[in-house]
C-alpha cells in the first residue's frame, strides 16, 4: 500500500471506525469538520480504491468501500517511514521530539512510563 495522503488518511480514519461506508456517508463526515464538495470526497476514495487502500463493493448501486488495511498496520507503516525519514531512524529522537513539543499530562506520562516498564521487563 502506499503512503496515504493527508485526504486519504482522514477518511481511512473515518472507515476505521464505521467499517464500511458509500462515498456520501464519508462526505457527510468530512463535512462536520472542514469545507469539501462530494465530488472531491468521491474522485480522493475512487483514487484509493485504485491505489489498494481501499476495497470497493460494486453489488449495490451505491458503492460500499472498506479499509484494506487496519488503522494499526498503517499507523505502524507511517511511523517506521517518518523515523527513518526524519529521525535519522532515531525512535528516541522521535520520542524527545513529541514529549518536548507536547505538554503531556500526568495520566499521559504515567502510561508512558508503565510502557517503558512493560518494554524492559520483556528483556
Sequence with gaps: MSKPTESELEILSLLWEMKQ????????????????????TLKTMQN???????NRNED????????????????????????TTAFGGSAQKLVLQALGEENPS???????????DQLENKK
Aim: glycine residues 4%; hydrophobic residues 30%; aromatic residues 4%.
Design 60 to 83: 449495490q448501486r451505491t458503492h460500499v468501500y472498506s479499509p484494506v488495511t487496519n488503522q494499526k498496520e498503517t499507523q505502524k507503516s507511517l511511523l517506521k517511514n517518518l523515523v
Design 21 to 40: 461506508s458509500n462515498v456520501r456517508q464519508i462526505h457527510e463526515r468530512l463535512a462536520l469538520t472542514k469545507d469539501t464538495g462530494y465530488t472531491t
Design 48 to 54: 484509493m480504491h485504485a491505489k489498494g487502500m481501499v
Design 106 to 116: 500526568k495520566e499521559e506520562l504515567d502510561e508512558i512510563r508503565a510502557f517503558l
